[in-house]
């Protein structure tokens, strides 16, 4: 089965500092993985998505960058943190969309509090 | 760009009873899914139901089913026998065309009284 992971699962750091987190899908094979920032009480705002190795799109303008290294590893990275990077960023994946499974799974997330 | 509206951000409903949640959305494609995710306190996303545009059935779970009315492009959630561990924030989200995008709303927080 497939399972996909996030790391860290809590992070505090002060402003200006670097941030990676880190993202693995198991049991799958090209699926398509995304990055999603939350904020309290609020929706899901879709940061990045990748539809393969190496292969980024950016929805938002901002302080983040992201990487897809590997088939199954996506990182989500800034080199100088913003107190407005504060949240919940949720990692997910999805298969090819021709699929009958074609859904969304999530990762646990990470709580990112900028300080 | 896609958009999809949850116009109630808080709901609450009795236990056993039923309850309705609101989607709408604004898309020019004829051909998209649709999905309503749970979150509880965890904050661990669920898939709750889906919906493929182009079937006109209604698609059902359990104590779960959808309204899909394409043509006024709304896709509410209906939640029957509602149970105390429903409670959890709902969230629409439409699966664009080439299937490459998600589109979330904002949310609507369902609270189930005992």
Redesign the interface.
């Known amino acids: 089965s497939q399972t996909i992971h996030q790391w860290p699962a809590t992070l505090v750091q002060p402003v200006g500092s670097p941030l990676s987190l880190e993202c693995t899908v198991e049991g799958t094979s090209n699926p398509n993985l995304y990055w999603y920032r939350q904020a309290a009480g609020r929706g899901l705002q879709l940061l990045f998505y990748s539809v393969g190795i190496g292969q980024i799109s950016s929805e938002v303008p901002q302080n983040l960058s992201a990487s897809r290294p590997q088939d199954r590893q996506f990182i989500l990275s800034s080199k100088k943190l913003l107190l407005s990077d504060s949240g919940f960023y949720l990692c997910a994946w999805s298969v090819h969309p021709l699929e009958d499974s074609y859904e969304q799974y999530f990762g646990p997330g990470t709580r990112l509090t900028v300080t | 760009a896609q958009t999809v509206t ?1 116009s109630q951000p808080e709901m609450s409903v009795q236990e056993a009873e039923t309850v309705t949640l609101s989607c709408t959305y604004d898309t020019s494609e004829s051909d998209y ?1 649709l ?1 309503w995710y749970k979150q509880p306190p965890s ?3 669920i ?1 709750v139901i ?1 919906q493929e545009a182009y079937k006109q059935q209604n698609a059902t779970e359990n104590r779960f089913s959808v309204n899909f009315q394409k043509a006024a492009k709304s896709f509410s959630l209906k939640i029957s026998d509602s149970q105390l561990g429903d409670a959890a924030m709902y ?1 629409c ?1 439409f ?1 664009e065309g ?10 609507t927080k369902l609270n189930v009284k005992p």
């Open positions: 949850q899914y999905f904050r661990q996303m898939l889906r969230f989200a699966g080439n299937f490459n995008k998600f589109y979330f709303g904002s949310g």
